[in-house]
């Protein structure tokens, strides 16, 4: 069960703030911590459903989440991993109020959440502060885009490729790594199924692309990888 305690660390000192908090005045930092509660998770814990209310800011500070949206027939699309410092924050702020996704630790994880009342007026006053999270937002309607286009264009193969990359050079950039997603997340994440995305993980292995050890990960071969990713 998660954990709710009020961060005793300000905004102005804390090494674990968003790098969109640089454009905000002590003021405007005051009035975050005024409106902030640190939150505990742990790893496997729903942060929080698609469709309920959305109510906050929510900054990453320590560990990492998983953001997907629920199907039909009990089918996820993981979007994206999250790591710190990173925030999460859907459209639906300036729609309808709503989550579009959901988001679940996958390792146990500490973020801060702001009240978006106040988000939303350092956004009105602060156009610095808006134009950097507006900024944030356009990445990451770039990056979906290119999601979509493996998804929908590329051959199994190319999708399995697209998401070992995008681990090593966005999530944990090191190679080897070593990841607490699970067989049904890479599936998740590349639109497949469990099954499918396991033979093409033991492909990969048998043609010397990867070694797998359990859910640890070593790309022997980048370059025959990226060109997989290329040629879809």
Do not use: W
Not at 20 to 44: M, N, P
Not at 128 to 140: C, G, I, M, R
């Amino acid at each position: 069960m998660n954990q709710y305690t009020q961060y005793n660390k300000g905004c102005s000192t804390c090494k674990d703030k968003a790098d969109i908090f640089s454009c905000l005045c002590q003021t405007e930092l005051d009035q975050i911590d005024d409106k902030r509660i640190e939150v505990h998770f742990k790893a496997g814990e729903l942060i929080f459903k698609q469709g309920t209310p959305n109510m906050h800011f929510l900054c990453l500070t320590q560990g990492k989440v998983k953001t997907y949206i629920e199907g039909y027939n009990d089918k996820n699309l993981i979007l994206s991993v999250i790591k710190p410092v990173e925030y999460i924050l859907g459209p639906g702020i300036y729609a309808d109020q709503m989550h579009h996704f959901s988001a679940m630790a996958i390792e146990d994880s500490v973020a801060c959440l702001v009240d978006l009342v106040t988000f939303k007026s350092l956004i009105r006053t602060n156009p610095d502060f808006a134009e950097d999270f507006l900024s944030k937002v356009s990445l990451q309607s770039i990056y979906n885009y290119e999601l979509f286009i493996s998804l929908t264009q590329k051959q199994m193969p190319g999708r399995i490729a697209d998401v070992l990359l995008y681990l090593k050079d966005k999530v944990y950039e090191t190679n080897p790594f070593h990841t607490t997603l699970s067989r049904q997340d890479l599936a998740d994440m590349s639109g497949m199924s469990k099954e499918s995305a396991i033979r093409i993980l033991r492909e990969f292995k048998d043609e010397g692309i990867i070694q797998v050890n359990g859910n640890d990960f070593e790309i022997l071969n980048i370059d025959n990888l990226v060109k997989i990713s290329q040629t879809g």
